[in-house]
């Protein structure tokens, strides 16, 4: 079954071709380097973009792969979380298609996609428990299968990458800076007394970041030099060297392990609450990181779990793992019809799919 996946849910737009679980060819164009003017995302810019760009992606697909717009059976569009704007680019798209085509329509739950594109690498093994953790979300699950989602904890502030990229905002790194707090953070050992595990007292599974981001916030603005006078670009990050160079990276390893311990501490508790779990999936743009994925290695083979972890690329927003979901969901039967609605971030995602024809089944 040949899947369409487009995504364009915040700064990333992204189309693929799945052809049977298997990846044909992918296009992405980020707007990195349009937004990191602003510090962040600006969504109105974030929208024209995708607009901009999305069709061409599409066609340059096309060419690369030989596929013909008729041979495509499923159209799986992220249909939300998102920014509202950003979102109805892509659900717009692809209803287009699916009227021009024939084709059939999969809206996918972007935070599902992440989760469920390490199978394009590797099998996924259910049940899991899944760790989502990336700029705009943080959350646990129990999954049961590719379509059962049960939700079991979320950040109740900042998500885990947010914190990151505020706390890069705050040393004048360049947007996104989860990375280089990553990078520096492997040249040096945490101060585990330096930064503050939040909301770890207690039997809950969500979590809550914007209390270690403002810590070492604090911390920074009373020790100013750290912190670069105009926002750095990765060549200034790796052209510092000495003193400076290793307080920073002690700031950076000791925020890292706040952070990366906290989900540990939860992600286990998880596991406590769910009988029969087989694996463990950690995905979004932070399970780049590497000392995330050292602990949840741990966690893993503590608890006699298959460890699935994505490969870099797949960690990021990206196409394929659209198209990967929406195969998985398009194969088994699950489709929805044009009324597809667009769910901005906030909104629980609706289960409002028809299954093999029969709308009510899933309400
Ligand atoms: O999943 P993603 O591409 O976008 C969202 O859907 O949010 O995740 C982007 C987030 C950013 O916050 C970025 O700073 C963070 O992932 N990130 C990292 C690393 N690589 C990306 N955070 C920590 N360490 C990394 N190596
Ligand atoms: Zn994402």
């Known amino acids: 079954m040949l899947t369409l996946g487009i995504e364009t ?7 693929a071709l799945v052809d049977n679980g298997r990846l044909l060819g992918e296009k992405l164009a980020t707007q990195i380097d349009v937004h990191a003017l602003f510090g962040g995302v600006v969504p109105e810019i974030a929208s024209r973009e995708h607009l901009r760009v999305l069709p061409r992606l599409f066609s340059e697909l096309l060419d690369e792969t030989g596929v013909k717009p008729d041979e495509i059976e499923n159209i799986a569009v992220a249909r939300g979380p998102g920014l509202l704007g950003s979102l109805l680019v892509g659900v717009s798209f692809a209803k287009g298609l699916c009227l021009s085509t024939n084709a059939r329509l999969v809206g996918v739950n972007h935070l599902w996609a992440h989760l469920l594109a390490p199978g394009l690498e590797q099998e996924l093994v259910f049940p899991a428990i899944g760790l989502l953790v990336s700029g705009g979300h943080t959350h646990t699950y129990l999954i049961k299968s590719p379509v059962e989602f049960e939700l079991l904890g979320r950040t109740l502030d900042d998500a885990a990458g947010e914190a990151f990229d505020k706390v890069a905002k705050v040393l004048n790194f360049p947007y996104p800076g989860g990375r280089y707090i990553d990078q520096l953070s492997q040249e040096s050992e945490p101060d585990t007394k330096l930064f503050p595990r939040a909301f770890i007292e207690n039997q809950s599974l969500d979590f809550s970041f914007s ?126 019809d044009l009324a597809l609605e667009a769910i901005p971030r906030g909104r629980v995602v609706p289960l409002d799919w028809t299954v093999n024809g029969d709308k009510s089944a899933n309400e």
């Open 9 to 15: 849910s915040c700064d990333e737009t992204a189309v």
């Open 211 to 336: 209390g270690v981001k403002t810590a070492v916030a604090n911390y920074v603005a009373s020790h100013p030099e750290l912190v670069f006078d105009e926002m750095a670009d990765a060549a200034a990050i790796n052209a510092l060297s000495g003193d400076r160079r290793e307080a920073l990276s002690r700031v950076c390893a000791s925020f890292n392990w706040s952070v990366a311990d906290t989900l540990r501490i939860k992600v286990e508790r998880a596991l406590k609450k769910a009988d029969g779990v087989k694996s463990l999936i950690v995905a979004g743009g932070v399970a780049a990181n590497s000392m995330v994925r050292e602990y949840m290695g741990r966690v893993a083979a503590e608890n006699n779990l298959t460890l699935t972890l994505p490969g870099l690329s797949l960690c990021t927003d990206n196409g394929a793992m659209i198209a990967y979901a929406g195969w998985l969901f398009g194969s088994s039967g699950y489709s929805h």
